[in-house]
């Protein structure tokens, strides 16, 4: 029997008020996990899958029908999906766990896939010297402040959270990360560099968050990878046992 793949991807921020094509942009997201539903047998989601995601104990963000149907599905077909919080999705409670199957990781995870071993993290806060992100992401995981936030009806919370997002994307230039520093000034480069002096048997590092799509070999038997996003991009990354590619997804191709 053939070894199945291991998929990556990050970064569809689905729900976006900053985005116009948020539906057809879940749809092609959807598309590609149908497409992979057969190939897979795992499926790692690192991070910012929603552009807001907060969980109250009887309540979750409405909409996403699509795109939890499929992880459901995939999930009940036997395929491993890890989802991943990032920094705009980090207040999940168990309802993905519980509704749709996935296994959530609230921290980095080193684990073993086909012999190898990988590093995979959403990557927020790793090697970034930002104080005032520093801040602001102390206060997003302070559970003083979560209780507080739960205590708002959904009607204001979701709303105000919706339009933070909207507000932290819209005033970057064009909407946009920056683009790739070189490797002496990335955050996630320079930790990784930094990472592998206490843990040299790492084999590939996995990353989200930056919106750039990153192949970068750091030894001859480490290599870095950001993964892109959905929303220009349409990037992923797949390992099937001996090699891994970092592949776009167009809508009618053929899918590794």
Not at 131 to 153: D, E, N, V, Y
Not at 199 to 227: A, C, E, K, Q
Not at 233 to 249: C, K, P, R
């Amino acid at each position: 029997m053939a070894m199945k793949n291991v998929y990556f991807l990050s970064d569809a921020h689905l729900g976006s008020r900053a985005i116009a094509h948020r539906r057809t942009q879940e749809r092609r997201l959807v598309n590609f996990l149908d497409s992979i539903k057969d190939k897979a047998s795992a499926v790692y989601l690192l991070g910012d899958m929603f552009d807001f995601w907060y969980e109250f104990k009887y309540v979750v963000p409405k909409g996403f029908t699509r795109f939890l149907g499929k992880l459901s599905e995939l999930t009940d077909r036997g395929v491993e999906v890890h989802f991943f919080t990032g920094n705009h999705d980090l207040w999940c409670g168990d309802y993905l766990e519980e509704e749709c199957g996935v296994i959530i990781h609230r921290q980095p995870l080193t684990t073993e896939i086909f012999g190898k071993e990988f590093f995979l993290s959403h990557g927020d806060g790793l090697g970034d010297p930002d104080r005032g992100f520093k801040l602001l992401r102390a206060i997003f995981h302070s559970k003083t402040l979560q209780r507080l936030f739960s205590a708002l009806h959904p009607r204001w919370s979701i709303n105000l959270g919706l339009e933070w997002a909207k507000h932290s994307r819209l005033k970057r230039e064009n909407g946009k990360e920056p683009d790739y520093m070189g490797e002496d000034k990335e955050p996630l480069v320079r930790f990784s560099k930094e990472y592998l002096k206490t843990h040299p048997n790492i084999n590939y590092f996995i990353y989200g968050h930056r919106h750039i799509v990153l192949d970068l070999m750091l030894s001859r038997t480490v290599r870095l990878m950001v993964l892109g996003d959905w929303i220009t991009e349409f990037s992923y990354a797949v390992f099937d046992g001996e090699n891994m590619f970092l592949e776009q997804y167009i809508e009618g191709d053929t899918v590794v």
